[in-house]
DNA sequence: CGCCTTAAAGTCATGTCAACCCTTACCCCG
DNA sequence: CGGGGTAAGGGTTGACATGACTTTAAGGCG
């Protein structure tokens, strides 16, 4: 017999089994010397894991997408709105919510810059953490956030995720900064301008940067007919 | 306040939402000269979209993970156990099943050895039909066909996806093809072999395959002690 | 035994990339 | 107004990866 599939005669609900989002945000503090990532984090006012701090989340809407719901509950609960958004991972384990209750979540990843972490939280309930030292966080979140730093940092060099961070324009040293901060190692300045301005990522605005104490350096912007499609493993760099 | 996180209470099914696991599973068969991927479809038997072709695929079960899920309805449809499976992505847009209803699939994404093919289909409704020339699937099957095939292109250097194709043993040769089959163009033998060598993703055995008509090729398998994480773009190979 | 086929190993040119040099520009301060 | 500090931004080198090609090894088969 062929599949039943998605069929929503036979899959009657039995038992409670539901679809939440989680969102792993990030963001960069250029501030402290040494630039980290901090990750929001929210107090759970209720069972389970109750007093617990927990990624953001909250359950999937019926008129939504994933990807809406999962800046709608980012946005409820911390205040932010990210300005890059990307599905992660699916966690459907079926212990990972206790109390017999079955809960997938999809997991989102998103980037806020900081300017808009300033004004997000207010709460008591929301406070920043830095991303590679977290407490123990209510139900598999612990996990979750291991993996989506992995993957962030292995997915860096091909992906213009680290643009998301800065805003409108930005000098080569910010971008390099975030770069940095991510990868958790010094990344040489020459290096980087070459690798970055031969990607065709980044294009030049033709202004720069006052008020500096040294030379101004110029300011850039994201390059708007790239996508990160056609930056695969091989790129055909035939530009003569 | 924070997040109602995932919790059942206040997400009691106003709505039908359902969840259910899709399967994109591959066979590379090399008996015709030209290597090809191939992928099992299952003729729907019932609205919406009768009569078409559609991934296999069925609804998540309460006591069942992601992938057991994935794993057991793949088994169910079409007689196969995958020897690969790895989560591809989750689709959930609102209308992507008509007629009102909720679903968000996960599709995984499964690996399937020839031999194993063989023994499979014997259903009318089941069917192979080559990865690159599909007809109109069910629902939105053909954007999650593009996906996997976008993803199974691009993943294919640094991960031993390639490897799930072939048994316990295998030779240089076998390997390669499968690598051209799935990267849709030659590759050179001798490099292949100094790439995979240098990789240390696999082992020579120390036997030979015998019977052919010409020199016996050595038989390599995985190396155990191998995982994708080290594989990251920093290798330290300091190996004297 | 010679011929065919393919495996396996070696050679060489080219490209890529990190590390490190340097010069240049600009602001600040005296 | 001129010198010093700082970072931009470009050049060079050497290690290493990669691609194209050549050479040798090993077996089957007529």
Redo the contacts with the bound molecule.
Sequence with gaps: MAAQLEQPTDISTDVALAVSTVIFALRIDPKTGLTTLWIPLVKRIREPHEGQWALPGGPLHCEESLADSAARTLKRSTGLTPKYLEQLYAFGAVDRSPGGSRVVSVVYWALVQSDEAERAVSDDNVEWHVADDLPTLAFDHNTIVEYALWRLRNKMEYSRVAHAFLGETF???QLREVYEAVLRKPV????F???M??SRAIVDTGR?L?????????LYRYNSDFTMADQGPLTP?RSH
């Design positions: 000098t080569l040293a040489d300045p020459a290096n301008r070459r690798q301005l031969a720069r006052t008020g500096t104490s040294h030379r101004p350096p110029r760099t």
